[in-house]
Structures are given as C-alpha cells and as structure tokens.
C-alpha cells in the first residue's frame, strides 16, 4: 500500500519500504509499504496519510461564452501550455493535425511513453479546451485551438486514482513547467475526501503561487449546500461550477438535476467562483474506445463540471496569449471582472456565467 509521510523523516524511511515519489512542493514522500509494517511508522513516531480516492467529474457552446469575438482577434491560444491531469489523452486528429499540439506526456498509471487515454475522460476534456475541430469543418472545435496540450495521466481506465498518484503529478507539472509552457493546470477531477489541512489543496495552491493558474470544477455533488469537491475548495485557485445545471442531466447512468457542486466551503469562503456550460457538452472521443452518446463517430457528448472547467481554461489560455506576463493572481481578478450574473445565489454562481469578449478586453489594467 502507499502513505503519505512527511519530508525530514526520509532516515527512518529506509528500512520501511519504498520510496515512490519526492513530493517537495509538500515537503512529503509517497512511501509504498507493506499493510503489516504500518504499526513500525507508529514505533518511529512518524505520522502518515493514506492517500484518498480521487475520480474524474463528468460544442456548440461557444456562443454561450462569446468565444468568438477572441477568434476575430486572431486568439486562439497559440503556443501557451495547458496541462491536463486526467486519465490521459487520446491522439486525435483534432489534437494532432495539421501539428501535434500533445507536446508532454507522463503516464503515473501503467508508466507508458505514448499517448493514450483507456477511459477516454480526459480526450473529452482536452477536445473542450484544446481541440480544433479538425475532423468536423470546426463545428466542434474547442475554445482555445492551437493552445498546446500537456497530458498527465493520473488516473486509471475506470477514471478512478489516489492522493498520492495525483500529487505526483503535480509535482512533475511544477518540475516541467518552463520545458513545456505550462500556464495553466486544468484539474477535471475532484474527492469529495475534504478536512482543512488537505494535502492536494495545498499543493495546488503551492503550484498557484509559483505563478500557474490552476482551474479546477466544483463537482458533481449538488444542490446541497457544502458539496464543493477537492482541490475546488481552495481559496487561490479557480473553481468552475456548471451554467446549466439545472437541466436534467444524465451522468454515469444517473438522471441527475442541479448536479453543480455549491459552496461555502469550510472555511466559508464562496464558491464556486464563476460558471460555464457543463450540459450534453460535445468533445473528442477517445480511439477504440466504445461509449455511449456517441456523436458524428469522432465526438462524444457528456455532462458535468469536468466539461464546464475546460472551458475557463481554454479562456484564460485565450487572455494569456494575448496578456502573457500576466501571473495567476492578476488572471482570477480579470476573470472575477469578465462574467455576467445569471440571477444564482453566491454559492451557486458564484460572480456568473463567463464572457470571453469581457476577458480579453480588460483594458490592459488589473481591477482590485
């Protein structure tokens, strides 16, 4: 099995198992052990975390978020990076004609070299964001289409993984994000495993404070309120609820309504912080992959947070391509500033549905 221990107590580590992962934006190891040695952590006095479950959270509209005033502008996302933790990513034409935009790629899974997706969550997800409607005239194409795409798979061909496997791939984000460009980290997955010292919100939001702009969804646990999924709780980061949650949707085999996750979080901050469309939401299918509500035989149509928070990402790739130097503090004020008020109490819409034309004409200045 694999806990979670502390950074200083790597000597007392040696005799007890195997090191997996450096974790140093934690200050922690992920430590694989046998389940019959865990009372020998206890005798040296080192307290540990087993890691929790995380899970992934599950185009036409463009007009929704007038994406299309950014494309007049010529901005289409080119050569800014948005990794994706997710169950990897497909390559599809849409991904990599007429250029491979799949430029990073780390299977924490099954350790593979290329590019894969066994679940096909995380294709769909990057289609929304990075896909260029290659194979559909760009009828579906995604918002930010030449944005370049840096996959790490996290989680399994069920969409299901652990803390341990996820921080690990934060880590590798931090460590590569000069090599690839990365901006932005778009995080379609949540645990509904929440406590106030939460070990992948703070890693988030140590990834935040170097400068990348993390966007994570809200979850699928709605209406209730307190139903915010992690990393989304986060104070720093950006969380994405879904604009139409009221319709009736199908997830996972469930006819669930009002299925965005509400706010306030346990520190009782707002959340989510904006909106974007999350219903019957058309994206790339992953290859060989046999799924339900297939559409045009290369798309997929799907329902949820997951599909709404690549979106945001998309956007801000837009903003950044535009306003490069910006950092991530100075992105969630433009952001905060560039949505429209859908009538939601706070904690449902938190500051509204997105604009793009709002967020790429700030204006050059930063609101306080």
Excluded at 22 to 46: A, G, H, M, R, T
Excluded at 208 to 227: E, H, I, M, R
Excluded at 273 to 283: E, K, R, T
Excluded at 310 to 327: C, H, Q, R, T
């Amino acid at each position: 099995m694999e806990v979670i221990v502390k950074k200083e107590l790597k000597k007392k580590l040696k005799n007890l198992g195997k090191i997996l992962y450096d974790l140093p934006i934690i200050d922690s190891y992920v430590l694989k052990i046998d389940e019959k040695d865990l009372k020998k952590l206890e005798e040296f006095n080192i307290t540990y975390e087993e890691p929790t479950k995380i899970a992934a959270q599950m185009y036409n509209e463009r007009q929704k978020l007038n994406t299309e005033a950014a494309f007049q502008k010529g901005l289409t996302g080119e050569n800014v990076g948005i990794a994706f933790l997710d169950t990897g990513v497909s390559p599809v034409n849409d991904l990599i004609k007429p250029k491979n935009r799949i430029i990073g790629f780390v299977d924490f899974i099954l350790n593979k070299k290329k590019a894969y997706d066994d679940n096909g969550h995380g294709t769909h997800v990057v289609g929304i964001a990075s896909g260029n409607g290659f194979m559909s005239n760009g009828k579906y194409m995604g918002i930010a289409p030449k944005s370049n795409i840096i996959s790490v798979k996290v989680l399994d061909k069920n969409g299901e993984g652990n803390s341990a496997i996820f921080l690990a791939g934060l880590q590798w984000i931090y460590n590569n994000a000069k090599r690839y460009n990365i901006r932005i980290v778009n995080l379609s997955v949540g645990s509904p495993h929440i406590t106030r010292d939460d070990l992948v919100v703070k890693a988030v939001e140590f990834l935040w404070d170097s400068g990348l702009v993390v966007v994570a969804a809200a979850g699928n646990n709605g209406p209730k309120s307190g139903t915010i999924t992690s990393p989304g709780i986060s104070k720093k980061i950006i969380t994405v609820g879904a604009s139409d949650d009221n319709n009736e949707a199908k997830i996972w085999g469930s006819n669930l309504v009002h299925f965005s996750g509400r706010g306030p979080t346990l520190e009782c901050v707002i959340k989510p912080d904006l909106l974007a469309p999350g219903f019957n939401i058309i994206s790339l299918l992953g290859l060989n992959l046999q799924r339900d509500n297939v559409v045009d035989k290369n798309y997929l149509m799907l329902s949820g947070t997951s599909m709404a928070t690549p979106m945001v990402s998309g956007a801000i790739a837009l903003l950044l391509e535009k306003y490069p130097s910006l950092d991530s503090n100075q992105v969630k004020k433009i952001i905060k500033n560039s949505c429209n008020s859908l009538g939601f109490p706070k904690n449902h819409e938190g500051f509204g549905l997105l604009d793009i034309s709002k967020l790429i004409n700030f204006g050059g200045y930063i609101w306080v």
